[in-house]
């Protein structure tokens, strides 16, 4: 595992230095997006709506709408913000474990001691196990302040981020507020129901059977070999990098005349970035995110430069014709 922040406890007057690790991962089988009648994979842009420019992501600001003004906020003026800076896990109180309310919980963390000498890391946690109650901390991770909750598993102090009050909705549904009767009998039944289904918990006798079945549906289509070649899933537009540059048709001709005659590598367009879909936008990236089918705009180009050709078309014939009308009207007068 890797690190992904540093800080420290501040515990009254002791200080815990820690490293931060998320203490869970996402196991699901990765998919993208392909075009189903050929298999080449689909990407997105950010695009400008106002330059219509492609941008690179270290181009990009965040803003905030507000009756119809926007407020941008550079890079630099967020990390200004004292509580982004801030590397201190603040202890505010300690709690009884029994009044966290589960749907509060968040992400979880593992807090490892980062000095030569765990002693007020230990010093901690053998409060925490004496007086069995959780801590209760706000930080600053991600550029969000946050309130978490600081508890023990297996002998390491775990964080658990929390969601703020006003992020957790109220349940309000009129059907329940109906008057239900429920004889003796019908509760009778419904307690003996769980009794027979009554077991200690244990996760792992549990498997994620859409997972198994997903992985299952891909292994057999590799073995009929229903599958394609990865490298043929990549258009012109990709180049050989796979940024899913946007160019016109006569380039991606010349490209592939190249790569039939082994000319060497196509020279990438410079005006041109994008991404795959799902990849690189996350809870930390930016908005103002305008997806387009990196497909798009060669199409657009194909209609602009079959337009051009027949306006040049016209203009030639156009030009043709009047040194023979001239010669006609020369002709005409000479006969008067």
């Known amino acids: 595992m890797r690190a992904i922040w540093k800080g420290a406890i501040a515990f009254g007057l002791v ?9 869970t991962e996402d196991h699901d089988i990765s998919l993208h997006q392909v075009h189903n009648a050929d298999g080449g994979r689909i ?3 950010r695009r400008c709506e106002v330059c219509s420019k492609i941008i690179d992501y270290s181009d990009i600001d965040k803003a905030f709408e507000d009756e119809g003004r926007t407020v941008v906020l550079s890079k630099d003026e967020l990390k200004s913000i ?11 109180q300690f709690v009884p474990s029994e009044q966290l309310e ?7 963390y593992y807090l490892e001691p980062d000095s030569k000498s765990p002693k007020a890391y230990v010093l901690l946690r053998r409060a925490l196990e004496d007086t069995d109650r959780v801590a ?12 978490g909750a600081l508890r023990i598993k297996d002998e390491v102090l775990v964080l658990q981020s929390l969601l703020w009050p006003d992020e957790v909705r109220d349940a309000s549904f009129p059907a329940l507020d109906t008057s239900i009767r429920i004889s003796a009998q019908e509760r009778e039944m419904s307690a003996a129901l769980v009794e027979s289904m009554a077991a200690d918990f244990e996760p792992e006798h549990f498997t994620d059977d859409y997972q198994v079945q997903l992985r299952k549906l891909i292994d057999a289509k590799l073995e009929k070999g229903d599958s394609l070649d990865t490298d043929e899933t990549f258009g012109a537009e990709a180049g050989e990098g796979g940024n899913g540059e946007v160019i016109d048709l006569m380039e991606a001709l010349k490209r592939s005349l190249e790569r039939k005659r082994g000319g ?3 020279a990438a367009s410079e005006d041109a970035d994008a991404d795959d879909a799902g990849t690189g936008e996350s809870a930390d990236s930016p908005g103002g995110k305008a997806p387009a089918k990196a497909g798009a705009k060669t199409a657009g180009t194909r209609t602009t430069s079959a337009t051009t050709a027949a306006a040049k078309s016209s203009e030639t014939k156009t030009a043709a014709a ?10 005409a ?4």
């Open 322 to 331: 009047k040194p023979a009308a001239k010669a006609t009207t020369t002709r």
């Open 136 to 147: 209760i901390v706000q930080f600053a991770l991600r550029e969000k302040t946050r309130l």
């Open 82 to 92: 004292p509580a982004e800076n801030s590397h201190e896990i603040e202890v505010v």
């Open 15 to 23: 200080n815990v230095p820690v490293k931060v690790y998320s203490a």
């Open 333 to 336: 007068r000479k006969g008067a």
């Open 43 to 45: 990407r997105y842009q």
């Open 102 to 108: 589960p749907m509060m919980f968040e992400k979880s």
């Open 264 to 266: 060497g590598k196509p």
